[in-house]
């Protein structure tokens, strides 16, 4: 099973199951302590084999995806997921990986929107003990009231007419928030690229099994610059993070995507 | 994004931030912990503004569902989706709204055999505090076994008919309990509505994603009272906590029923 | 309601809401608590009733499916929907009910990978906590690096021409795993039988959803010894764990399952 030899993990892998150590001695809620080497391994030698050699030695360092961008879907995904343990592990990894405190805000908002409020004020329980940790302050953080970036008016003009064709008779209050608080807010904050905000809701939708929605936002992930490539990557990170399950049923829609755009 | 002014915050509305700082004081686990509003603007000034102006300042003030009904489906949605945060906020919301004990009582007990033991049990693990606090007592609760509702026979016999026929030789285990602990002793409780009954079932399977089965029990909920402006308020307000995917998945069943109750 | 007479209730079985208490005494963490007959019925005297008469004094006790293999499904159920006090309550069931040490740490390495990290690790947890009040050593645990169970090469030489084929220019990085990590590893790893690591998988499935994938994983449960009468009774046992929507999802899968395999 020890699909990399030890001596290829870098310090800084190795500190992501230790660190956490010190944000314990601070964590007010025991339910979002990170389990130690020692304590896996107290349970499953096998599964504290497989964190350090396969997934923190070998899957996080794979080519093809950048470590910051894996740290971005996967702390998507565990929110998505409500992992209060990963949660705290993740948030911490991001920090480490060179996601702006800025940009895990924005992260953190998007989701309630893309995973529901209740799991972005989990998160953001966790996230303020670790901001605090870190002398992360307000002026480090993104405004309420940014100016935005400017809205593609035809897209939109295109979306909102699908949308309205398609849904038109269910819900006007759904389309309502749709387009004032998702398409013509949300998504123009510029505090996180269009790039990180499709990255963070296929993610999110991926890890919350939501397989039938990944289509469009993958193909607006790679409108946003997400290569295929890249993608794929996201798909082999993401399987560890939102289970196998969750990545198979998404195999074929992935599939489907890429060939679309290839013709 | 102020989409209202904040003047028009009402004072109970902007106590339901506030407020749950009383309850965090008697709190025994973290977990549930409600972030107050400067806990949420430490981490998110955006999220904080939204939380603020826009849902509980315009979502849950709309016309077209009472925010009694509104706090009976959010409740559901943070109880199928175990939020402990949020299932802590929604249960002194509910009870705000007008939403008795004995209601509360009921659709955790209801949501124990629509969304799984493990969250009934963790939504009653937060309850017991709260209840302790409002010094909600035992006279206060629907009793074990009370008389029941009566049966409407026919429509039982043809449940049953369809039910056998669909899935006869699948699991008769299954469908024995459904029978018999669901149709013939759970929806027959008078504790609650049968109209609310319905409404909790719809939010939680919305707020879990089982999409494919909102359809029969929302037109049992409009069969129930549940009017379509009512259900289509229901949508706009579980968008908020079942996250945008989820609602998206379920407009175009809802289209459907509706249009197929109009002919 | 109450289904069956109290006096019917083994002593074992009334311990089971009972016994938790001294595992309380000593959980650091309250979010995992299990609450008391008392406690639930300070919420619910229904729901009390229904635990204890309806699941553990029937439910669990019916014919079909041994109360060890009861424990495994349920405890597979509740990890793969994160429930933090059922999976302490489930911890402690399947030790009583015979489930070794060493098999619960290949359940949630086994998990780990059909649930996504953040759910093993949440279940580890716990589990280091129980397994500490249990006196539970290293000497008890599986070895990280096994000797594997041979493996049937021409079978996992056609599941892989099928992935290859569907899911061929996907993510190839997903697909070297689900070889690599899953089928030439984890599933050969001695310390679960295939046996029960079908009924682990498939019950995690039903428990998060994922209907779709039901389907392979039943019949390849029923390949490794599962017979359509514990199979049935599977179902049975989660219809109250998953929830009925989850349960009622799945029976037409387990309904063509088991009609193609009696052909």
Same mark, same amino acid.
């Given at each position: 099973m020890?699909l990399?030899?030890?001596?290829?993990?870098?310090?800084?892998?190795?500190?992501?199951?230790?660190?956490?150590?010190?944000?314990?001695?601070?964590?007010?809620?025991?339910?979002s302590?990170?389990?130690?080497?020692?304590?896996?391994?107290?349970?499953?030698?096998?599964?504290a084999?497989?964190?350090?050699?396969?997934l923190?030695?070998?899957?996080?360092?794979?080519?093809?995806?950048?470590?910051?961008?894996?740290?971005?879907?996967?702390?998507?995904?565990?929110?998505?997921?409500?992992?209060?343990v990963?949660?705290?592990?993740?948030?911490?990894? *991001?920090? $480490?990986? !060179?996601? #702006?405190?800025a +940009?895990?805000? @924005?992260i953190? /908002?998007? %989701? =309630?929107f &893309?995973?529901?409020?209740?799991?972005?004020?989990?998160?953001l329980?966790?996230?303020?003990?670790?901001?605090?940790?870190?002398?992360?302050?307000?002026?480090q953080?993104?405004?309420?009231?940014?100016?935005?970036?400017p809205?593609?008016?035809?897209?939109?003009?295109?979306?909102?007419?699908?949308?309205?064709?398609?849904?038109?008779?269910?819900?006007?209050?759904?389309?309502?928030?749709?387009?004032?608080?998702?398409?013509?807010d949300?998504?123009?904050?510029?505090?996180?690229?269009?790039?990180?905000?499709?990255?963070?809701t296929?993610?999110?939708?991926?890890?919350?099994?939501?397989?039938e929605?990944v289509?469009?936002?993958?193909?607006? *992930?790679? $409108?946003? !610059?997400? #290569?295929?490539? +890249?993608?794929? @990557?996201?798909? /082999?990170? %993401? =399987?560890? &993070?939102?289970?196998?399950?969750?990545?198979?049923?998404?195999?074929?829609?992935?599939?489907?995507?890429?060939?679309?755009?290839?013709?």
């Open positions: 020890k990399v030899p030890a001596s290829l993990l870098s310090l800084a892998v190795a500190a992501a199951v230790a660190l956490p150590a010190q944000a314990n001695e601070h964590a007010a809620d025991p339910s302590e990170v389990p130690t080497a020692e304590g896996v391994a107290s349970v499953s030698p096998a599964l084999d497989y964190t350090e050699n396969l923190l030695g070998e899957v996080w360092e794979r080519e093809g995806l950048s470590t910051r961008d894996r740290s971005v879907a996967t702390l998507a995904a565990v929110i998505a997921r409500d992992h209060r990963e949660i705290r592990a993740q948030l911490e990894h *991001a920090l $480490d990986h !060179g996601v #702006t405190p +940009e895990i805000s @924005e953190i /908002t998007h %989701l =309630a &893309y995973t529901g409020w209740g799991n972005a004020m989990s998160a329980n966790v996230a303020k003990d670790v901001f605090a940790e870190h002398d992360i302050g307000a002026d953080l993104p405004p309420a009231d940014p100016e935005l970036l809205l593609d008016e035809e897209a939109e003009q295109a979306r909102q007419e699908i949308v309205q064709e398609t849904y038109g008779g269910s819900s006007e209050g759904v389309l309502h928030y749709t387009t004032e608080a998702l398409f013509k949300l998504w123009l904050r510029p505090g996180l690229t269009p790039r990180d905000r499709s990255m963070v296929v993610s999110a939708l991926i890890a919350s099994g939501k397989t929605q289509g469009f936002h993958l193909n607006r *992930a790679m $409108d946003n !610059g997400l #290569t295929r490539g +890249e993608a794929s @990557e996201l798909l /082999t990170q %993401l =399987a560890f &993070y939102a289970g196998w399950p969750n990545i198979f049923s998404t195999l074929p829609v992935a599939k489907e995507v890429f060939e679309s755009r290839a013709e």
